[in-house]
């Protein structure tokens, strides 16, 4: 019932600059935080940014001051800008969402998109 679809993922040189889209659809309520992680190869998923209804923002340390996340909670989308992008940045960017559907009570943190690849040249 519920879709998070990702976008904006491609090649990029370093110190370029990309911007991912997630969109939420489906037979949601509300939602509360959302955010993004990344997985290399070899490496754990890792989370990117967070980003509550309420626009507070939390990152991770190695891309604080280079990323960006927001949101449109008319939209029930959320944005990733990423500037000065180094190649330790390549791997694949999930969207996640906590969300309340329509018959629900609660919100589950367990919804997640298909992932974009990034992949950002030397």
């Known amino acids: 019932q519920v879709q998070l679809v990702e976008s904006g993922g491609g090649l990029v040189q370093a110190g370029g600059s990309l911007r991912l889209s997630c969109a939420a659809s489906g037979s949601i309520f509300s939602i509360n935080a959302m955010g993004w992680y990344r997985q290399a190869p070899g490496k754990q998923r890792e989370l990117v940014a967070a980003i509550t209804s309420g626009g507070s923002t939390n990152y991770a340390d190695s891309v604080k001051g280079r990323f960006t996340i927001s949101r449109d909670n008319a939209k029930n989308t959320v944005y990733l800008q990423m500037n000065s992008l180094k190649p330790e940045d390549t791997a694949v960017y999930y969207c996640?969402?906590?969300?309340?559907?329509?018959?629900?009570?609660?919100?589950?943190?367990?919804?997640w998109g298909q992932g974009t690849q990034v992949t950002v040249s030397s």
């Open positions: 996640n969402a906590d969300i309340r559907v329509l018959s629900g009570s609660y919100y589950l943190s367990g919804y």
